[in-house]
C-alpha cells in the first residue's frame, strides 16, 4: 500500500513535467528533449539558492523562476529560428538533443559528478489510508496538485488558455482569427518552463540525492505518459502521468526496483507501435 | 609508436564503419535510427561470445554469459553482422509508413536505454555491468597476437573492410534503387503514392545499416577485448549523429570524414590535452563541444563540410546546368509554345486502349471521420473510364479527402471502393500506385534534393534497379535500363519546356513550375487513372488552358482522369462529367450545365 502512496507522489510531480512538456509539443509542434536538463538546471538553482540560507519552499521559486527563463530563451533563441527555416522536423530534435548534452554536461562540468541533496527537513509522518508518507511528500503533493488546478483553470476558463488550445489546433487558423500568436507560444514557453522548472526541484526532493544527470531517464517516463494521454493533450498528460506513475512505483514494489522503469519503456513502444495518437485521440491529432 | 599508429588505424575504421552505417540509414534513406548504438553493441557482444569458450569452463567462471561457442575467425564476425541485421527486424514495426520520422526516432532512442538498462541489470544474459572481458585475439590462428605484426594486420583488416563497404554503399545509393530512398527521404508520403514500398525500402536499408554497425562492433570488440554497456550509453549515437551531420549527411565522404573529426578526433585530442580540472570535467566538456558543434552545424552548414553532391544525369552534352534560386511564383521561364507541338502519347505505354466508359473506379457510402467530426459522409461515385470528370465543390466540402482516399493516402472509416470490379479498399497506397491509380498532392511536393530529371524518372514504374538486389547487380544490369528511362524523362521534360532546369535541384523551382513537375512525374508512373489535387493552382491561366487541353487529349487516348479543380473556368471548358461536393456529400453530378440549372447547386456554390 504504501508503494500506492509513493507511486501517488511520483505521479504528481510526473503529472507537471508532463503538463509542461506536452504543452511545449502542443503550440510549437517540438519534442523538446533537452526538457529533462532544464529540469535538472532548475533543480540546482534552487539548490544554489537553499546552499546559501533561503528555505527550500522560497529557493523553489529561483527552480521555477529558472525553468521559465531558460525555456523562453530556449524557444525564442534556438527553436524558433530553426523552426522558420522549414527544416524536416527530425532537425528539430537533433537541435533539441544537442541542447539536451549541453545542458546536462555543461552542468557536470559546473557542479561536478557528485550527489547533492536539499537542506530541508522531512516533516513528520502521516499514515493516511495505510500509506505511510512524510511531511514533504504530503507538501509536494498538495503544491503538484494545485498547479494542476490552476492550469486546468487556465486553459478552460481564460482567454489566454483558449487562445493556447486554439493555436495548438491550427495555428494558422488562430492567427487569422486574430490571436496573437507569437506571444501565445511566448507565454505558453514561460508558463511550460515554470512546470518544467517546477517540476525539476520537486523531482529532486522527491528523489532525495540528485546530480547532474539525475534526470537523464526521466524523459522515458516523460515521454510515455505524453503518449498514453495523447500528445499535445494536457489532460491526456495528467491521465498517463497518474498512470505512469503509479505503475513504475508498484512494479518497483512488487518486481524489482533495477526494472521499475521498464514498464513505462514498454507502454511508450506499445502506444508508438499501436496508437501514436494517445489512448483516446484519434490520428487527426498528429 | 606503432602500436598507437595501428590503434589510431582500427578506431578509425570502425568509427568510419559505424557512420557508414547511420549516414546510409540517416543521410541517404532519411530514417533517423535514434538507437542505431544497439546495433554496434549487438554485433559486439556476438561477437565475444561467439569467438569465447563456453562460460563455465572460461577462467574459472568468472564471468557469466550465454553461447561461448568457441568459434575461429571469421564466423564471429559474420555472425555479428546476421545479428546486427536481424535486430533491424523488430524495429520495422517503428518506421513503417504510419508513424511520424521523429515519433520513430524518440522510440528508437528509448529502445536503446531500455537494452541498455536490460543487460546492466540481468547479469545471467550477458555478465551484466562489468561487461565481457579478455575476448579472444580474432586472428591469433594467422598471427601471434602479441607481435606488432599482428597489431598491423589487424589494422589493415578493418581498413579493407571499410573501404569495401564504403564502395558497396555507394553502389546502392548511386542506383535507382539509392534514388527511391533519397526521395522516401525528401518526402515518403509522396514516394508511397508513386508506387514506393517505404516499409520494404526502410526494412532492407535498416537490415544492412545493422549489420554494418554490427561488423564495427566486432572488429571493436576484437581489437580491445572487453565489451560493456557503459561503452554504448544511447548518447553514444548522437555522437556518431554529430559526425554525419559535420561530414555531410547523404555523403559517403562526409561520413568518413565526419568519423575521424568526431568520434575518433575527439579521443584523439583528449588523450594530448594536459588533465586540468576534476576528473569529470573533460569528458563533460567533450559532451558540451559535441552538443554545440551539432546546434553550430544544423545552424551554419546545415549540409556538412561535404555535402551532398548533385546527381547530373541529363544526357544532352554541353548543357550548361540552370542554377535555381528560390524565384517567385511566375511561369515566365516556361516555354508555353512548346507544349503546343508536344505529344503527351508519345511518353506513354503504347498499348492501345479502347474508350468504353466502363465504371473504372467507383465508392460506396465512403465514409471519414477524424476525432468523430465527418469530414466525407456516405459519397457514392462512379468515375467511368476515358473521361476527364471534374470535382468541385466549396472549402472543406471533402474533396481532397475523397481523392485521398481514393489513392489509399487516407484509409476510410468505412465504405468500400472498387477499381475495375475489385474491392481495393484495403489495398496500401503504393500498391494502388503500382495498379495504375496515381495522385498528384495540393501542397508542393516535389523531392527537394533530386534533380528535376531525378524526380520524374525515380515515378517511372518496374526499374530493374530499383530494388535492393538489382541495385546490388550494379551499373551493368541496370544501366542501360535506366538510359532509356532518363530519355524518355528528359522528352516530356522538352516537351512542357523545362529542359533547362533538368539538372537543377526540384526543391529550387518556382510554385508553377513544380506544379508541372509534379504533373510530369504523375503521367510517368504510367497511370489509367490519375487523381489530380488542384493542378492548376499557381499555374499561368494560358499554360492552365494548354495543359487542360492535354488531358483531355490524355483522356481521349484511354486515361481516366479525376480532376478537383476551384477554377470553375477549367472545369467548365474540360471536365465532364463533374461531381459536386458540400459538406462532404455528393450534392450532385453531371454536365456543367446540367448543374447550372440545378438550383441547389447554384445556390451552394456556383454563385459568386
Known amino acids: ?41 532548475s533543480a540546482y538553482v534552487t539548490y544554489y539558492f537553499n546552499q546559501r540560507g533561503a528555505s527550500i519552499w522560497i529557493a523553489l521559486f529561483a527552480g521555477v523562476a529558472c525553468g521559465s527563463i531558460v525555456s523562453w530563451l530556449l524557444n525564442r533563441f534556438i527553436y524558433t529560428p530553426f523552426q522558420r527555416r522549414n527544416l ?46 512524510s511531511g514533504v511528500q504530503l507538501i509536494i503533493f498538495a503544491i503538484c496538485a494545485g498547479v494542476l488546478i490552476l492550469i486546468h483553470w487556465l486553459l478552460k476558463y481564460t482567454r489566454m488558455g483558449k487562445a493556447m488550445r486554439a493555436t495548438s489546433a491550427n495555428p494558422n487558423l488562430a492567427r487569422n482569427s486574430g490571436v496573437k ?32 544527470t539525475s534526470a537523464e531517464l526521466y524523459i522515458v517516463l516523460l515521454l510515455a505518459a505524453m503518449f498514453l494521454g495523447g500528445p499535445g493533450e494536457p489532460y491526456g498528460a495528467m491521465l498517463g502521468a497518474l498512470v505512469i506513475g503509479l505503475a513504475t512505483e508498484i512494479s518497483a514494489a512488487y518486481i524489482t526496483a533495477d526494472y521499475k522503469e521498464v514498464i513505462a519503456f514498454l507502454v511508450l513502444l506499445g502506444m508508438l507501435a499501436f496508437r501514436p495518437y494517445g489512448l483516446f485521440g484519434s490520428e487527426k491529432t498528429l | 609508436m606503432w602500436f ?53 569452463t572460461s577462467n574459472g567462471g568468472f564471468q557469466q554469459y550465454v553461447l561461448g561457442w568457441n568459434l575461429t575467425w571469421p564466423l564471429p564476425w559474420i555472425g555479428a553482422a546476421i545479428v546486427g541485421g536481424l535486430l533491424a527486424l523488430p524495429f520495422v514495426f517503428l518506421v513503417g509508413k504510419r508513424l511520424r520520422g521523429d515519433f520513430a526516432a524518440v522510440g528508437l532512442l528509448v529502445s536503446a536505454v531500455l537494452l541498455n538498462l536490460l543487460v ?174 551539432i546546434i553550430l552545424f544544423l545552424w551554419f552548414r546545415p549540409n556538412g563540410i561535404l555535402p551532398e553532391r548533385r546527381r547530373v544525369l541529363s544526357t544532352v552534352v554541353g548543357r550548361t546546368p540552370v542554377e535555381v534560386v ?58 467511368e473510364q476515358g473521361r476527364l470528370t471534374g470535382m468541385i465543390g466549396p472549402n472543406g466540402a471533402g474533396k481532397s479527402t475523397t481523392l485521398a482516399m481514393l489513392a489509399g493516402t487516407l484509409s476510410p472509416s468505412s465504405g468500400t471502393i472498387m477499381f475495375e470490379g475489385n474491392d481495393i479498399t484495403h489495398v496500401p497506397s503504393y500498391k494502388r500506385a503500382q495498379m495504375g491509380i496515381v495522385r498528384t498532392f495540393q501542397l508542393a511536393s516535389e523531392f527537394k534534393k533530386l534533380t528535376v530529371l531525378e524526380n520524374l524518372v525515380c515515378a517511372i514504374p518496374r526499374q530493374s534497379g530499383d530494388s535492393f538486389w538489382g541495385s546490388v547487380r550494379g551499373r551493368r544490369f541496370w544501366g542501360a535500363d535506366d538510359k532509356a528511362n532518363i530519355e524518355r524523362a528528359e522528352e516530356i521534360l522538352e516537351g512542357f519546356g523545362l529542359s533547362q532546369y533538368a539538372d537543377a535541384y526540384a526543391g529550387g523551382l518556382s510554385g508553377g513550375q513544380r506544379r508541372l513537375v509534379e504533373i510530369m512525374r504523375a503521367l510517368l508512373a504510367e497511370p489509367k487513372v490519375l487523381l489530380l489535387d488542384e493542378p492548376m493552382a499557381g499555374v499561368h491561366a494560358n499554360l492552365a488552358r494548354k495543359i487542360g487541353n492535354h488531358l483531355t487529349k490524355l483522356c481521349e487516348g484511354g486515361m481516366t482522369i479525376v480532376m478537383v479543380e476551384h477554377e470553375l473556368a477549367i472545369t467548365d471548358e474540360f471536365c465532364d462529367p463533374v461531381i459536386v461536393l458540400a459538406e462532404g456529400r455528393v450534392l450532385a453530378q453531371g454536365t456543367m450545365a446540367e448543374l447550372r440549372a440545378n438550383s441547389e447547386v447554384v445556390e451552394a456554390y456556383l454563385v459568386g
Not at chain 2, 207 to 234: D, H, Q, R, T
Open chain 1, 1 to 41: 500500500m504504501s508503494s500506492f502512496g509513493f507511486g501517488l507522489i511520483t505521479a504528481a510531480v510526473l503529472a507537471i513535467a508532463t503538463v509542461g512538456f506536452t504543452m511545449q509539443f502542443a503550440v510549437t509542434n517540438v519534442l523538446n528533449l533537452a526538457y529533462g536538463s532544464v529540469m535538472i538546471n
Open chain 1, 88 to 133: 524536416i522536423p527530425i532537425t528539430l530534435v537533433i537541435v533539441s538533443l544537442g541542447v539536451d548534452l549541453c545542458g546536462t554536461f555543461g552542468l557536470q562540468g559546473i557542479v561536478g559528478g557528485s550527489y547533492v541533496s536539499y537542506t530541508m527537513s522531512q516533516g513528520h509522518e502521516f499514515h493516511i489510508l495505510g500509506m505511510l508518507l
Open chain 1, 181 to 212: 500568436t507569437k506571444f501565445i507560444i511566448s507565454m505558453t514557453w514561460i508558463i511550460s518552463g515554470a512546470l518544467c522548472g517546477l517540476a525539476g526541484t520537486v523531482f529532486a526532493m522527491n528523489s532525495g540525492v540528485f546530480e547532474a
Open chain 2, 4 to 56: 598507437y599508429l595501428t590503434t589510431i588505424m582500427v578506431y578509425g575504421a570502425v568509427d568510419a564503419l559505424a557512420c557508414l552505417g547511420l549516414n546510409m540509414e540517416f543521410g541517404v534513406a532519411g530514417i533517423s535510427n535514434f538507437g542505431y548504438i544497439i546495433f554496434q553493441a549487438a554485433g559486439a557482444y556476438t561477437a565475444a561470445i561467439l569467438s569465447m569458450p563456453h562460460a563455465a
Open chain 2, 120 to 293: 546492466k541489470n540481468y547479469i545471467p544474459f550477458l555478465n551484466g555491468d562489468a561487461g565481457i572481458s579478455i575476448v579472444p585475439a580474432p586472428l591469433q590462428s594467422i598471427f601471434d597476437p602479441q607481435g606488432i605484426g599482428y597489431q598491423l594486420a589487424y589494422g589493415a583488416v578493418a581498413i579493407v573492410l571499410a573501404v569495401l563497404v564504403y564502395f558497396f554503399l555507394r553502389r546502392i545509393t548511386e542506383s535507382p534503387f539509392g534514388r527511391s530512398l533519397r526521395a522516401m527521404r525528401d518526402n515518403d508520403v509522396v514516394a508511397d503514392s508513386l508506387g514506393k514500398n517505404l516499409r520494404g525500402q526502410r526494412t532492407s536499408v535498416l537490415v544492412l545499416g545493422g549489420m554494418i554497425a554490427g561488423l564495427s562492433g566486432a572488429v571493436l570488440v576484437g581489437f580491445i577485448s572487453l565489451w560493456a554497456p557503459g561503452a554504448w550509453g544511447y548518447a553514444e549515437t548522437i555522437v556518431l549523429f554529430a559526425a554525419i551531420i559535420i561530414g555531410g549527411a547523404g555523403n559517403h565522404k562526409g561520413a568518413v570524414l565526419g568519423a575521424i573529426l568526431v568520434p575518433l578526433g575527439f579521443e584523439e585530442i583528449t588523450r594530448f590535452l594536459p588533465a586540468f580540472g576534476p576528473p569529470s570535467l573533460v569528458p563533460a566538456l567533450e559532451w558540451v563541444a559535441i552538443g554545440l558543434l
Open chain 2, 326 to 383: 528560390a524565384s517567385s511564383d511566375d511561369d515566365d521561364s516556361v516555354n508555353i509554345g512548346a507544349i503546343d507541338e508536344f505529344n503527351f502519347r508519345a511518353v506513354l505505354p503504347t498499348t492501345s486502349v479502347v474508350n468504353d466508359h466502363h465504371p473504372i473506379l467507383s465508392t460506396e457510402l465512403l465514409t471519414k471521420s477524424f476525432n468523430g467530426v465527418t469530414v466525407v459522409s456516405d459519397v457514392s461515385i462512379t468515375i
